[in-house]
């Protein structure tokens, strides 16, 4: 297996090659990073992508929530990830991004839309820590985290000095079960990278659920290592670990 440090200095689209999807450049072309081929590809969203997007969010969402619980999710919780509600605020996201530097992605099969990324400055860039090989923070005395248990606190963790804009944040990139497997991840990935290269972005990082085996897979593969960063969510009183993963552009 590949060291956390290994990971960490490969290009992305270099860790992309050798990902987990069958042929991850498969319409895209560096010097378009848009560019459509047969009837696979991925463009910019449009605002009447925006329904198609909230239903993939609410499900990968789900997902990966109920994965981070280690059951499926209450009733009451997953009716509250409500497809028309994120799909309304994906709308106002692609009509009136807060800066060009934030994009919103589709990828599509022909005419379907069937997965979707958007990325940003990193509001927070996070300085970079030892990790355990499960993505846990390795202290100096060899503990993880912190001496009474706590989670570091993101925000307590920014990089100082980053230049606006060097460090990138990929908000989401989800494709449900239904198509996965077929490179729409990759493509996504793939495009996002070569925007915010054109950006002048040096570094991309990324939230995931810990207990999120197919997404941390995923990462891993294309080139991505765990930052040494964690962060707890409440989803329904049980307590969900996301881990910030990154890599170099």
């Known amino acids: 297996m590949t060291s956390a440090d290994d990971l960490g ?3 992305v689209l270099g860790g ?4 987990a999807e069958a042929d991850p450049h498969a319409g895209h072309s560096h010097a378009d990073p848009l560019r459509p081929a047969a009837d ?3 463009r910019p969203a449009v605002p009447e992508d925006a329904a198609a997007i909230g239903d993939v969010h609410a499900r990968t969402l789900r997902a990966s929530l109920a994965a981070g619980v280690g059951h499926d999710l209450g009733p009451e919780i997953a009716a509250a990830i409500d497809p028309a509600a ?3 605020s994906w709308a106002a996201a692609i009509e009136e991004p807060p800066s060009p530097r934030h994009r919103v992605l589709t990828a599509l ?3 379907r839309v069937v997965g979707f990324a958007a990325f940003a400055p990193a509001e927070v860039p996070v300085e970079l820590r030892a990790t355990g090989a499960d993505g846990s923070v390795d202290d100096a005395d060899g503990s993880v985290d912190d001496a009474d248990g706590s989670v570091d606190d993101a925000a307590d963790d920014a990089v100082d ?3 606006p804009g060097a460090v990138a944040e990929i908000l989401a ?16 990935l793939a ?3 070569d925007l915010l290269r054109q950006q002048g972005a040096a570094r991309v990082q990324t939230w995931t659920v810990q207990a999120d085996e197919s997404r941390t897979r995923f990462l891993g593969q294309a080139g991505f290592a765990p930052a040494g960063l964690r962060r707890s969510l409440d989803v329904g009183g049980e307590e969900v670990v996301e881990i910030c993963w990154y890599a170099d552009l």
């Open 16 to 19: 992309l090659a050798a990902g």
């Open 40 to 42: 696979l590809s991925v």
């Open 86 to 88: 994120l799909g309304a």
């Open 109 to 111: 099969a022909g005419a």
């Open 173 to 188: 990139l989800e494709v449900p079960a239904a198509h996965a497997r077929r490179g729409h991840g990759s493509r996504l």
């Open 9 to 11: 200095h490969q290009d």
């Open 191 to 193: 495009a996002c990278a």
């Open 161 to 163: 000095g980053a230049a």
